[in-house]
């Protein structure tokens, strides 16, 4: 590793030898915007945690040198390091920063997935040592994400929690109360509250007014997504103005983000399309594009300037260029899909990807001066008609199967128990052990403690007077499962259970049911209801209404 071979050939200086961490680190902060003068503390740092064997400090070097790595492999590496070094120590901030660290650099890159891996592995640590900051924190990044993936809604509760505890902290932090405003304000404008996001960058902008530091920092950021929140509030005139004053700061501070950018020149375009400029529009649409060209980002709402000049060319025939922004279009798509397992269709609109495939071949052809067109469009219909075809005897069979499978949950008594082996193998257990386990896990069944959220092999454990080994021994060897499908049968077939008979139940959102059966989410239980009885639970709710309506 590079930063380990320049720590062992480094020499601290004889001024900071005497030093102590909390010296060290206080020096550092003061020092941090000038990368060398900060490696030489953190390289310090570093360096006496490893005489002094450590493994805390060392972790905290290397998650903060990270910061000054301009390679993604050295940068991955040490924040690596630093979460091997503290897991399982039970400090209070690390293993968390550093995967909050390394979840902070994927979302920068546009990578939601492996950012979302990592916020999905510091948020139970931050909750295990009840490190409020990060818990927050943590929740507040999983909204971002939710955001980019279009779950406007289920990002919204996470940027106002985040905010009112920001908003009560004295004294403020006013770089977390400002960056919280503007993810609050703008996830309000995505949920069509647009007085309520004004509200919000109001109450920012009073914030910084004082501090010339984060007015230059942030001030640019909070007009812009005002003036959009105005385009929407349709005040046109004065959207356009605040949207404007935003990028001239932007450009004489250099304040903001690619994001900013794009979305600033995005609704500067939607305004002049509106006062029918064309030409002045297209130009916002083309820098929207130079943007994103230069970075991995997606906002899924500037899809739509591509849209505008894709169907722009192909009305004045300009096919070369038609073709150029399918292509920028398609790859859009891709990094959107690649990232997201769903977008809403509304931001696909008449440009989905079969469309666009199709109509890019076609412009091949025609470029090309190919005469074979009709061949190539028989053999299109008939290769989609193929397609057509499979993908109705698959929606048949599904259809088959889906109903086959319900009849058989009808027809079902009551929850089947959850099977249980009574070999005599040895599996390890003292068998007295065996049979007290048993005989409390039927109690446990009988009284529906399933039903509990978060329930662990440790909770379960403490609960039962038992141990984790043990216990996952007897549920492996004698219910044939491991621990987590033992939970989630119990759960899935006491659901089917309630949900026919119970009406009111019927009528519960998908998250409100989960959270009946124990669940902590919506997709968790559509998971594990999936899994258990081979059907989606919206439909067996669908085919349950439709019996009732008969």
């Known amino acids: 590793m590079y930063s380990q071979n320049l720590v062992d050939t480094f020499k601290t200086p004889d001024s900071l030898q005497e030093l102590s961490f909390d010296e060290l680190y206080k020096d550092y902060i003061k020092t941090w915007p000038d990368t060398l003068t900060s490696k030489t503390y ?3 740092f570093l360096k006496k945690a490893k005489q002094e064997n450590n493994q805390i400090k060392m972790a905290q070097a290397y998650c903060l040198l990270s910061y000054y790595s301009e390679k993604e492999s050295e940068k991955i590496k040490l924040l690596n390091r630093s979460i091997e070094l503290s897991k399982g120590l039970g400090d209070k901030t690390y293993p968390v920063e550093a995967y909050s660290f390394k979840g902070g650099y994927y979302m920068k890159k546009g990578n939601y997935s492996k950012a979302l891996d990592s916020y ?35 990002a919204l509760p996470l940027f106002r929690d985040n905010h009112i505890r920001n908003s009560k902290k004295q004294p403020i932090d006013t770089t977390r109360f400002t960056k919280s405003s503007i993810a609050l304000g703008t996830s309000y404008r995505y949920n069509n509250k647009l007085d309520s996001a004004s509200t919000i960058h109001r109450k920012a902008i009073q914030t910084i007014l004082g501090s010339d530091y984060h007015y230059k920092r942030f001030y640019a950021t909070i007009i812009i997504n005002e003036g959009i929140n105005l385009f929407f509030k349709k005040e046109y005139e004065v959207a356009q103005d605040s949207i404007l004053k935003g990028v001239k700061l932007i450009d004489k501070n250099g304040a903001g983000t690619e994001e900013n950018q794009a979305l600033a020149a995005f609704y500067l375009g939607k305004l002049k399309l509106l006062e029918n400029d064309i030409d002045a529009a297209q130009q916002y649409f083309k820098t929207v594009d130079s943007v994103l060209q230069k970075k991995m980002i997606t906002p899924l709402e500037v899809r739509e300037g591509y849209e505008h000049l894709i169907n722009f060319y192909k009305a004045n025939d300009q096919k070369e260029k038609q073709l150029a922004y ?12 690649r990232e997201a397992s769903f977008v809403a269709s509304r931001l696909f609109k008449e440009f989905d990807t079969p469309i666009l495939l199709k109509e890019k071949e076609k412009l091949i ?9 009709l061949n190539f469009l028989v053999f299109l219909l008939l290769f989609f008609s193929g397609l057509i075809g499979l993908f109705l005897y698959w929606q048949y069979k599904k259809r088959r199967i889906y109903q086959q499978k319900f009849e058989e949950l009808m027809h079902q008594k009551n929850a089947p128990k959850v099977s249980e082996e009574k070999s005599k193998d040895d599996i390890g257990v003292p068998k ?9 896990l039927l109690l446990f069944e009988e009284k529906k403690q399933f039903l509990k959220k978060n329930i662990s092999t440790t909770s379960l454990a403490k609960d039962i007077k038992t141990n984790t080994k043990y216990l996952s021994k007897v549920i492996n060897h004698h219910k044939q499962k491991n621990f987590a499908n033992y939970i989630n049968d119990l759960r899935i077939n006491y659901a089917v259970d309630r949900l026919k008979t119970d009406k009111a139940l019927q009528n519960y959102t998908i998250q409100g049911i ?21 059907i989606k639970t919206s439909y067996f709710i669908k085919k349950l209404n439709s019996i009732d309506r008969s």
């Open 42 to 44: 953190l390289y310090s």
């Open 120 to 154: 999905l592995k510091a948020l139970p640590l931050a909750e295990k040592v009840n490190h409020i900051e990060y818990i927050y924190i943590t929740k507040h990044n999983i909204g971002l994400i939710k955001t980019e993936i279009g779950k406007y809604d289920e």
């Open 326 to 337: 399918i292509n920028k279009l398609l790859r859009f798509d891709s990094i959107v899909n």
């Open 365 to 373: 052809n025609e470029l090309k001066g190919d005469n074979k067109n």
């Open 432 to 440: 007295e052990v065996v049979e007290q386990i048993l005989n409390k």
């Open 514 to 534: 989960a959270e009946e059966m124990g669940f902590n989410t919506a997709e968790s239980f559509s998971s594990a209801f999936k899994k258990t009885t081979g």
